[in-house]
């Protein structure tokens, strides 16, 4: 059974930073696209950032552009989001996903799911 484990969240002034990891066992990992979500209180889950099979292309959501850097190691079938300059409005359960074709927005296109870590960032 495949499993995706996310690592990292916390609390978090405004202004911090925090490095969120998504450790995965698959043996394909270099095969899919690999995504974080997130999802506040009584919100829709939301894309957040998008790394290519390759990690040689990434899509973000615009209201992360400049301030969130996704990433993945292949070798290690571990993908990373490094988040600075966190704002109160970021603070949200934040999920990892991945599937086998090229990035999506759609979080229904995803197959498989971690089970979230908890980003909380006070004012």
């Known amino acids: 059974q495949v499993q995706l484990v996310e690592s990292g969240g916390g609390l978090v002034q405004a202004g911090g930073s925090l490095r969120l990891s998504c450790a995965t066992s698959?043996?394909?990992?270099?095969?899919?696209?690999m995504a974080w979500f997130r999802q506040a209180p009584a919100k829709e889950r939301e894309f957040v950032a998008c790394?290519?099979?390759?990690?040689?292309?990434?899509n973000y959501a615009d209201f992360v552009k400049d301030r969130f850097t996704i990433s993945r190691d292949n070798a290690k079938n571990t993908m990373y989001l490094q988040m600075n300059s966190l704002k109160p409005a970021d603070t949200a359960v934040y999920y990892c996903?991945?599937?086998?074709?090229?990035?999506?927005?759609?979080?229904?296109?995803?197959?498989?799911w971690g089970q979230g870590t908890q980003v909380t960032v006070s004012s």
């Open positions: 996903a991945a599937q086998a074709l090229d990035c999506r927005t759609d979080y229904r296109t995803y197959g498989y």
């Open positions: 698959f043996l394909s990992f270099s095969n899919r696209a």
């Open positions: 790394a290519s099979r390759s990690g040689g292309s990434a």
